[in-house]
């Protein structure tokens, strides 16, 4: 080696060790991720975005019950030193955590002690446009995680020790692509959906090869020329048709088929895209080999209120008139609580019924279409109010299914109602695309209102909502898990407490105040006979915004939550 | 609950079939293997620049001697002269531009300015020395996130207009160099100076301050 090649070679290390720094790492003895560990997870686990598959959000882990859990107490924290939101599970695969940060951070603990092994710490690009500055998590496969970046990347990183093994460029950032989502891993592929609805972009599902980060197929959320469903666009309003697919799917490992949820149609208002705007606002059936879509079920048409229907529906057997169905269950932005029926070749409409109010719609007709009241459909030059808000009855924030209690539990907003006044705004690449003024976008208090976050509780087999627990000054803005100790757990609100209640009755049971709001998801995995809850507090992005806008309303709520995100670990008290 | 009607339809006991479409892959792909390239690690440190788009200079800050264009409406792309800002705002729009060669520096989005004219005895010292008779700019990328600083309107927290990002509703009072006066930004907007020449505004300085988002770390 010459003395050139020797300098060059030790300022490549150096540069490396900018963006992947070892503490005290690497984690020895890991277990590497297999197809069948991922299908059949370990109870002591969380590998998945929602533990499992199915996205049901529940442990089976019955350490910490109804009786035990005022017992809870932090057992370690750890500060991220990033402020925004938090919105990553913490990702446990037998002693090893991983946990990722806005500014496309990945932080590998120990996840007994919280001892870091190492961090890796995306380099962003000066001129990035965060919209959302977040990310939810990584995934997991043999020896290696997945990280899905806002610049628009997905890196593959050595799990023992951050180092990075290969980085794809997915699509370009300067035009408003971008990921913020935990890649989904099935049989060795990492598939991920951009995010961009509000830029005008094309939706799109796309996966690479674990090992080597190479495409193997893209599937368009927008149907293309000769593609089905591309007659329900009119011209190239279909190019930027929006659909983004930010939220990662849920996978039917016996059919061999994914369920991805489709976002909003772009811009805004419908007038600017007439026809229905498949598969925006869907749910998607797809083959995991392929990307080939095997079937959809469209949750509302013509989309105008910025609500995508990104949270992949929940595979839930249920008892319903005396058959079980094979079922996907979705509490909608649209405010619907959607119960369909999976089969091999299609989504059948099953049952749908408001689960917050809503003037948007009339009802639902036969076929499963919500038939829509003109009079609170955006338009152009003219203001039109709606309720829910934009951020919908629930927004991505997931629900979670008890096999317990049969209970969905589902995060919802209620007394929100937006609006704002559309109009036709030339795209500009990378720049914001909305068809209204940003400025414009409203969140109003229905008069009266007594309470907004509502954790509510539904039997989907009958549509009967069994308890509802009402949030008097919050919104509730997080995600919810349900353990088999017969308890769930949310964050969510403006107080920074971590709560959980009783699943079968509502009963809060206990409740502890943290360092910040808290938008994540709630895990529980277990080591060497404890059971652990685990949560990243760290407020920001979307929570923010209705804070905001809460503050404005004059209804002595105060715009100011602090940000910065610190993980909790929490067993009961020895 | 709803107080409003919402009738629900009981479904049929079949559906209508469901079409098929058959995914195209778009080969776009860049995908760097480590060992290719041992500078994986740092991939999107620095961004390459879009080669065969931009032409040279487009892309480089503010430069001192630069002229301002409008980089949105109507009259996008021409000269502003201090006639074009009105007092009190809105702010506008504006690329520099570079007056020997014509290059617009819109190649990044870093370098757009707001630009706003406000009474001189509303500004801070500091302030008002980098202004032309009450006129001042910054830049208009917001120090939180990155995103865009689009809105004039009354600050959130005061009686004041202010501008304000609506990403994430930071608000900077330009009056006392953009400060931070409400939300998640963590500094003050980058100011540029500016002066006179023969009637048009041109740019007297570099950027003050950085110019972007804040990543920690």
Known sequence: MTRKQWLLSGFVAFTCLASSAAVSGPIENYSPVTAQRLENPEPNNWMLYRRTYDGQGYSPLDQINTSNVKNLTPVWTFATGV????????????????????????????????????????????????????????????????????????????????KVLWDTKVQDYRKGQYLTLMPLIVDGKVIVGGSGGEFGVRGYIVAYDAKDGKELWRTYTIPGEGEPGHDTWQGDDWKNGGGSAWMTGNYDKETKTIYWGVGNAAPWPGETHPGDNLY????????????????????????????????????????????????LVHPGRDAIFWVLERTPTKINYVAGWP??????WKGIDETGKPIVDPAHKPVIGKRVEFCPSLWGGKDWPSAAYSQRTGLVYVPANENFCGGFTGEKVPLKPGELWLGTKPEDIGLKVKPGADHFGELQAWDPATGKKVWQHNFPKSQLFGSVTATAGDLVFVGGTNDRNFRAFHAKTGELLWEQKTNSGIVGMPVSYEIDGTQYIAIQSGWGVDAQRIQDALATNNIGIEANVPQGGVVWVFALKK | MSSAPFNVHPSPSDNIAEPEADAGIEQTRRTLLLGALATTACLGCSPPARAGEDPPGSDERPQKGD??????????????????????????????????????????????????????????????????????????????????????????????????????????????????????????????????????LTVAGNFMGKVGGTQPG
């Open chain 2, 67 to 200: 002229v301002l264009v409008f980089s949105e409406g109507d009259q996008e792309g021409k000269l502003i002269s201090a006639a074009d800002v009105k007092a009190g705002g809105p702010p506008l729009h504006a690329w520099p531009k570079d007056p020997n060669t014509s290059v617009v520096r819109s190649a990044s989005r870093l370098n757009e300015i707001l630009i706003i004219k406000l009474d001189p005895a509303d500004l801070d010292e500091k302030t008002r020395a980098r202004a032309v008779d009450g006129i001042i700019a910054y830049s208009a990328i917001c120090s939180h996130a990155g995103c865009p600083v689009t809105a004039w309107v009354k600050s959130d927290v005061g009686d004041k207009e202010v501008f304000k990002c609506m990403c994430h509703n930071s608000e900077f009072d330009p009056r006392a160099g953009a400060q931070v006066v409400f939300g998640p930004a963590p500094r003050r907007l980058a100011a540029l100076p500016l002066a006179l020449a023969d009637g048009s």
């Open chain 1, 355 to 360: 689960f917050v109010f809503t003037d948007v």
């Open chain 1, 83 to 162: 402020v925004e939101g938090h919105q990553a599970p913490p990702i446990v695969n037998n002693g090893a955590m991983f946990v990722t940060t806005p500014m496309g951070q990945v932080i590998a603990l120990n996840a007994k002690t919280g001892d870091e092994y190492w961090r890796y710490k995306r380099q962003l690009p000066d001129d990035l446009f965060q919209l959302h500055p977040t990310n939810r998590g990584v995934g997991l496969w043999e020896d290696k995680l997945y990280l899905a970046t806002t610049d628009d990347h997905v890196v593959a990183l050595d799990a023992k020790t951050g």
């Open chain 1, 280 to 327: 925006t606002a869907s749910v998607l059936a797809l083959d995991p080999e392929t990307g080939k879509i095997k079937a959809y079920h469209q949750y509302h048409q013509n989309d105008s209120w910025d609500w995508d229907e990104v949270e992949a529906p929940m595979l839930i057997d249920l008892q319903r008139n005396g058959r079980t169905i094979k079922s």
